[in-house]
């Protein structure tokens, strides 16, 4: 089994930046998949960010060019980097990961409150 614990979300102005983190314990070598998702009220979950080992990377359209995601194996976290931040990126985000690429990531944090006030 694997457990997340997403931190670092809060109340910020548009155009400001946040870092989320999220740490991860149990099974580690069950993880090879972290991905990052925003959820807004009333709207579907979606993935914004993505790592796969340790560097490759992808994103939403909607975040390229403002987020990054990184990870710190030694440290068993993955951040997202939130900058020039927008009100519709307002929302919860989870991180979830799963050993491999998926439409359903295995394991899901309880996620952390992120507010983009205009």
């Known amino acids: 089994q694997v457990q997340l614990v997403e931190s670092g979300g809060g109340l910020v102005q548009a155009g400001g930046s946040l870092r989320l983190s999220c740490v991860a314990s149990?099974?580690?070598?069950?993880?090879?998949?972290i991905d990052w998702y925003h959820q807004s009220p009333g709207k579907q979950r979606e993935m914004v960010a993505r790592?796969?080992?340790?560097?490759?990377?992808n994103y939403a359209d909607s975040v390229k060019g403002r987020f990054t995601i990184s990870r710190d194996n030694a440290k068993n976290t993955v951040f997202l980097q939130m900058n020039s931040l927008k009100p519709e990126d307002t929302g919860v985000y989870y991180c979830?990961?799963?050993?491999?690429?998926?439409?359903?990531?295995?394991?899901w944090g309880q996620g952390t409150q992120v507010t983009v006030s205009s």
């Open positions: 979830a990961a799963d050993q491999f690429l998926t439409s359903i990531p295995k394991y």
């Open positions: 790592i796969v080992g340790t560097a490759n990377t």
């Open positions: 149990g099974s580690i070598f069950l993880i090879n998949v």
